[in-house]
């Protein structure tokens, strides 16, 4: 996997958007998949960021790096994402586009009921 990781920081570096997405698209690593798609990339292009997250090595932190990124329909997907952390929930429900903001509420509401609180924490119920 060395290899891999050292394309991929290549890639990011000095590499195109295209060459990115193509690593992103093939990497079963999730390291590799993080190396691509480096902190918080707002303006990341949509077609990449969709290939990243359409990757199963996608980790709920790495889509949770796109919590403001300027597609809504990214936004969207990032509240669908399976194991997403309340706190990126947190800043989706105040999102301006209300289908957003409704689906991360929604989903905030769902981890309240299993006994997480918002901020991710276990709650009790005991006194």
Known sequence: MTNEI?????????????????IAAQTTDPEVLATVAPGIWD?????????????????????SRYTRHPDPE???????????????LMILERDSDQRVADRAAERLGQIGAFG???????????S
């Open 6 to 22: 050292g394309h991929a920081w290549q890639a990011y570096l000095s590499g195109t958007v295209a060459e990115r997405t193509a």
């Open 43 to 63: 303006d990341a292009p949509t077609d990449f960021v969709h290939t990243v997250l359409d990757n199963p090595a996608c980790s709920s932190g790495l889509a």
């Open 116 to 126: 997480i609180g918002p901020t991710g924490c276990h709650t009790s119920s005991a």
């Open 74 to 88: 990214v936004r969207y997907r990032v509240t669908t994402w399976p194991t997403i952390t309340a706190a990126a």
